[in-house]
């Protein structure tokens, strides 16, 4: 498409502004006829890395065609900006929020001491693998993301195949959290009900329609406010710091406070397994769930100013920021957590609430402290619905999934993925039916969640090693770990290792069929799936982002 752009810069479109005549050179036209000019697709360098990706900027443009001139003349075309995308990785994660909500898991297998050292343990784990994922997002700044650089990473004969699985595994991995973030606001919602209103029956039912309620406000929020988004996600990340203060000082001050020794040094096996250590990896993925997921920002990278700068440093500062005030909550709870028994009976379904209303002993207060975690976890789904869009806009684009064409379509007024937005909604609201029949099969959505995106990260940096230690020299970045790459890529993969050995295993013994993990089967049936597709279909349509790329411009 280049090769024909280039040869038509004197043609020229018309389109009538205000009942004026205006012109536009061809060249500012992208293949769906959205209107992009050059100066405003970013700094130079954004242009450059564009151009080098064989990509179109087709994002974030103007804001209508009657608007044109004075979008043009006034808009930045690139929105996203470093603090707009701290504030997005920042509030998408909810480290400190998710560690709340999960806190049952890990009292149940390996106890507090396993939350504080196993934290701790995942924290160094973490900066290893975002480290490695922040380099490669310098390297090539694409809305693909992983898919995208196991193409240009992966051994030759290997990089179409295993970026087309690589792309079904993230796009799993984000439908997924879109899925169970949505299910634990709603589910939430329903634990507050619960404190306030005795009488209350806990139905499955009304969780999935809260469900719906949350994912379809995220959607809405992300179509007739997408413009907003950026200037939303700083006022959230304001939330998100100070609702930690408002929640960690009252805990601290009034809640009945556990020894040292019971706090950090004692270990738990509540969950029937035959040991402690096993119980305790298990419990391991407590804190392993609560900092997954800092890639978002590099699915939003065609919309960044500067992104082969700001995409790492944001996402490097998301986990300092998230990975201080979890550990900092990790602690609090540790010490806080009063009566386990009273916590893990709790009617409300969630022992966070209950730690709240022991500490508090007031309606009132819990309330407040709740609501905040309720309106931070969604704006993590609205935040969700941008990401889990953009990657399946972007697999489209080059041909990864069913019906790509009709998916990889832009709004020319909205200048979003709306199809990839609604696909997303709608598929959030049907696989939420299944918690009405069986809330361990959601469950197990939510283990899938992090299986897929911890599969995508392993064989990503799997395919950064190789490329380091038989490959070519690597493209140039302006974010790079220097001499001690290699090192913390091989960390990173030691780490992740037993983390995705035991993300399968279910909570607690004897397993049954309502208490079995059945993530496994899920995240196999999607990998089976894809391979189907790949050699019916895939392998014929697909386009391997390696094809487009032209590093002899860099």
Known sequence: MDSKMDTKDEQVVSYVINDDADTLPMDTMDHTGVIVKPKWRGTHQDKKDME??????VLRVCYGYRRVARSLA????RNFKFLSMLGFGSTLICTWEILLSYIGFVTTNGGTAMLFWGYLVVLVGVWCTYASLSEMSSM????????HWVSEFAPPQHQKFLSYIVGWICMTGWQAGLLSVSFLVGTIIQGL???NDATYTFERWHGTLLVWAVVSFSVIFNTYLAKRLPAIEGIVLTIHVMGFFAIVVPLWVLSPRATSQDALLTFTNAGGWPSTGLSSMIGILTPMGSLLGFDCCVHMAEEVEDSGRTLPRSIMWSVYLNG????IMAITMCYCLGDLNS???TPTGYPFIQVF???TQSNAATNVMVTIIIITITACCVSEVATCSR??????RDKGVPFSDWLAFVSPTMHIPLRAVLVSLCVTCIVSLINIGSSSALNAIVSLGVVALLSSYYITIACLIWRRIYGDFLPPRRWSLGKHGLAVNIASLIFMTPVLFFAFWPAATPVEPSTMNWSVVMFFGVVIWSLIYYFIWGKHSYIGPVRVVKRDLE
């Open 140 to 147: 090539a700044p694409t809305a693909g993301g992983q898919y």
């Open 324 to 327: 201080t005030m979890g550990f």
């Open 391 to 396: 990657q399946l806009w972007s697999f489209a």
């Open 52 to 57: 080098v990706l064989g990509r179109h900027q």
């Open 357 to 359: 209303y022991n500490a």
């Open 343 to 345: 916590i893990l009976e």
């Open 193 to 195: 009900i619960v404190l």
């Open 74 to 77: 006034d808009k930045k075309q």
